[in-house]
Nanobody
Framework: QVQLVESGGGLVQAGGSLRISCAASGNIFGLNTMGWYRQAPGKQRDLVAMITNGGTTNYADSVRGRFTISRDNAKNTVYLQMNSLKPEDTAVYYC???????????WGQGTQVTVSS
C-alpha cells in the first residue's frame, strides 16, 4: 500500500501563485510516476501534470508554461508550483502515485484550490 498526503491548497487571487505538495509513504519502490489531477464541480477528473522518478514530465495544454511539477525522490514528495492562476484552475487537486510494473494506482484525499477573479 501507498499513502499520499496532500497539502498547500487554499484561496488565491487570479494572477497569483500557489504551491501544493504530496508526500508518499508506504511501499515506495521501483519505477513509478507521480502526478496531479484536478476535478472541478460537475466535471471529470483530468490530468494536470505528471513526473517519472527519472524526472520526465508531462503537462496538460491548459497549464503548460504556468505550472511546474517537480519531485524530491529522497523525500518521496511531489510538488506542483502554480503561477499565473486563473479562475478556471479552481478545482480539487488530487495526487496520484502509479507503480509502473503492476499498474496499481494510489490516490490522495485531494486539496482544494480556489482562484478568485
Amino acid at each position: 500500500q501507498v499513502q499520499l498526503v496532500e497539502s498547500g491548497g487554499g484561496l488565491v487571487q487570479a494572477g497569483g501563485s500557489l504551491r501544493i505538495s504530496c508526500a508518499a509513504s508506504g511501499n515506495i519502490f521501483g519505477l513509478n510516476t507521480m502526478g496531479w489531477y484536478r476535478q472541478a464541480p460537475g466535471k471529470q477528473r483530468d490530468l494536470v501534470a505528471m513526473i517519472t522518478n527519472g524526472g520526465t514530465t508531462n503537462y496538460a495544454d491548459s497549464v503548460r508554461g504556468r505550472f511546474t511539477i517537480s519531485r524530491d525522490n529522497a523525500k518521496n514528495t511531489v510538488y506542483l508550483q502554480m503561477n499565473s492562476l486563473k479562475p478556471e484552475d479552481t478545482a480539487v487537486y488530487y495526487c496520484k502515485y502509479r507503480r509502473l510494473v503492476s499498474g496499481n494506482d494510489y490516490w490522495g484525499q485531494g486539496t482544494q484550490v480556489t482562484v478568485s477573479s
